[in-house]
């Protein structure tokens, strides 16, 4: 680096390395204190990126995509630097918020807002509600679920209740068919007893919950959801993250997928390579009838595409 050029061959091997060892990415930060300040992160346990060495990494892994830089960073610095460009970015979605909130484990969750605070010296949760404050009518609704969304610690364990479940599905049909014919998403999205189930409950009972609403009324809760993307996002999300990322992929690779869609490749394939890779690489040949790797391969390019591969592992 420093200027001199990156040794992309070696870059990619690396890459391929720390897939399969993760701790080792954990001893590159600390082997450049210069880059990554463990004074700097110290109060979220992360070995933080400086502003101005990130930017320089950017410039020297360009053709990466950004890639490379994203994998080398602590997941919860990662997260937290989504999470901000998601509040403060022009014209960024901000349903990678509703991403990284539900596909998150509970502690993995903490850990970024930690970092969040780390970096910005303000609470993620305190951003969000800070939008809420200035909200148009029209965008109060999600940000209220997004409070509670991002400042959710579930339940991590297998247990689940049937009888809660039931009872849960019930409640979420009642607030569908209460909600007007017009308008109907807005009223779904502020309904306290939406909120609550989606901000709270742990992934296998809500799991639990949407089958039994699927199996009472014959389509799936994401379909009654239809017009509140934040809502639609949460569920699914929250029901089956393999899924929901082998389906972010697949938009990536449509001809008129814009920047945000093709920006979730590189976020799906880093944030969730040594997590549930195997799963999504399932999840996206059965629903495209292709492997992933031959997808990424026909459509990219140069050392992202070799970056990407590595990290997905053939």
């Not at 590159?28 to 004074?39: I, L, W």
């Not at 998150?104 to 800070?130: F, I, M, N, P």
């Given at each position: 680096m420093g200027g001199l050029g990156v040794d992309e061959a070696a870059l990619v091997a690396a890459l391929g390395r720390w897939r399969r060892q993760p701790e080792?990415?954990?001893?590159?930060?600390?082997?450049?204190?210069?880059?990554?300040?463990?004074?700097g992160g110290a109060s979220a346990g992360i070995e933080r990126c400086e502003d101005e060495y990130l930017r320089h990494l950017e410039d020297e892994f360009a053709r990466f995509r950004d890639a490379a830089v994203?994998?080398?960073?602590?997941?919860?610095e990662r997260d937290a630097r989504w999470?901000?460009?998601?509040?403060?970015?022009?014209?960024?979605?901000?349903?990678?918020?509703?991403?990284?909130?539900?596909?998150?484990?509970?502690?993995?969750?903490?850990?970024?807002?930690?970092?969040?605070?780390?970096?910005?010296?303000?609470?993620?949760?305190?951003?969000?509600?800070?939008?809420?404050?200035?909200?148009?009518?029209?965008?109060?609704?999600?940000?209220?679920?997004?409070?509670?969304?991002?400042?959710?610690y579930r339940y991590e364990g297998a247990r689940v209740s049937e009888e809660l479940a039931a009872e849960e599905a019930k409640a979420l049909a009642a607030a569908v068919k209460a909600a007007p014919a017009t308008a109907s998403a807005a009223r779904l999205v502020q309904n306290e007893q939406v909120v609550r189930i989606l901000a709270t409950r742990s992934k296998p009972q809500f799991r639990a919950t949407f089958k039994i609403y699927e199996e009472l009324h014959g389509k799936p809760l994401e379909e009654d959801f239809a017009g509140e993307p934040c809502l639609q996002e949460a569920v699914r999300c929250l029901d089956s993250p393999p899924k929901y990322f082998a389906e972010e992929i697949g938009r990536a690779f449509r001809e008129d997928a814009d920047k945000h869609a093709k920006a979730a490749l590189t976020r799906a394939v880093v944030s969730r390579a040594d997590a549930d890779m195997e799963e999504i690489k399932d999840a996206y040949a059965k629903q495209h009838g292709a492997k992933l790797a031959d997808a990424v391969a026909k459509n990219t390019n140069g050392h992202y595409k070799n970056a990407l591969l590595a990290m997905i592992g053939k």
């Open positions: 080792r990415r954990g001893q590159f930060r600390r082997g450049f204190p210069g880059f990554f300040s463990a004074s994203l994998w080398a960073l602590h997941p919860w999470a901000h460009h998601a509040l403060h970015g022009a014209a960024h979605p901000r349903g990678v918020l509703v991403e990284v909130a539900c596909t998150r484990a509970a502690d993995d969750l903490l850990g970024a807002r930690r970092a969040y605070q780390a970096l910005h010296h303000r609470s993620l949760e305190e951003d969000v509600a800070y939008q809420v404050k200035d909200a148009t009518a029209g965008l109060l609704g999600w940000l209220q679920l997004l409070v509670g969304l991002v400042t959710a």
